[in-house]
T-cell receptor, first 115, second 114 residues
Framework: TQLLEQSPQFLSIQEGENLTVYCNSSSVFSSLQWYRQEPGEGPVLLVTVVTGGEVKKLKRLTFQFGDARKDVSLHITAAQPGDTGLYLCAGERVDSGGGADGLTFGKGTHLIIQP | DSGVTQTPKHLITATGQRVTLRCSPRSGDLSVYWYQQSLDQGLQFLIQYYNGEERAKGNILERFSAQQFPDLHSELNLSSLELGDSALYFC?????????????FGPGTRLTVT
């Protein structure tokens, strides 16, 4: 059983469209993060959310942490081909003893933006 | 460029063999984390070292071991390799060892076991 469930697994849309990807869990997380990974490279951190209900914006990307700290969403406005990549959510569980378990990752959403 | 370096970039070896993967953290970072990424399991945490000491263990097999040296570089040793060990192995580093610290990932080592 995957602790962090991401949906959808695959998403292919046209340039200029909006999209939202989701990351859900039955566990409470002290923080959740979104990473973006391109082929042949390591994941790169996009954002960390810490407070339940928190919304963060990074240019065309909007991240929202659920009130109960069990889920986080990523919304992209006017998607561009450069947004193509694997989007991974990751978290530090509340019962992890302050990060002692390392990060827990979802399996990722493969996003393709067609020109 | 995250500042984390990993060598080698690619490694092809046979079942039953032993390999060593190397990681140099970002300058100033004391923690090193090892992760395994496969198509079916996704990115899985293996082990963490902080300033030379083991800090946390994840889903690391007994055939695998790691260490962090006084200069803070780390090595992941994989022995008695099986076909299922074929995966991308990432190293990440962070400045702290506990709590919320941003982890910076290296480019990974792609291991193929034939």
């Amino acid at each position: 059983t995957q602790l962090l469930e991401q949906s959808p697994q695959f998403l292919s849309i046209q340039e200029g469209e909006n999209l939202t990807v989701y990351c859900n869990s039955s566990s409470v997380f002290s923080s959740l993060q979104w990473y973006r990974q391109e082929p042949g490279e390591g994941p790169v951190l996009l954002v960390t959310v810490v407070t339940g209900g928190e919304v963060k914006k990074l240019k065309r990307l909007t991240f929202q942490f659920g009130d109960a700290r069990k889920d986080v969403s990523l919304h992209i406005t006017a998607a561009q081909p450069g947004d193509t990549g694997l989007y991974l959510c990751a978290g530090e569980r509340v019962d992890s003893g302050g990060g002692a378990d390392g990060l827990t990752f979802g399996k990722g959403t493969h996003l393709i933006i067609q020109p | 460029d995250s500042g984390v370096t990993q060598t080698p970039k690619h490694l092809i070896t046979a079942t039953g063999q032993r390999v060593t993967l190397r990681c140099s953290p970002r300058s100033g970072d004391l923690s090193v984390y090892w992760y395994q990424q496969s198509l079916d399991q996704g990115l899985q945490f293996l082990i963490q070292y902080y300033n030379g000491e083991e800090r946390a263990k994840g889903n690391i097999l007994e055939r695998f071991s790691a260490q962090q040296f006084p200069d803070l570089h780390s090595e992941l040793n994989l022995s008695s390799l099986e076909l299922g060990d074929s995966a991308l192995y990432f190293c990440a580093s962070s400045v702290g060892g506990q709590g919320l610290y941003e982890q910076y990932f290296g480019p990974g080592t792609r291991l193929t076991v034939t």
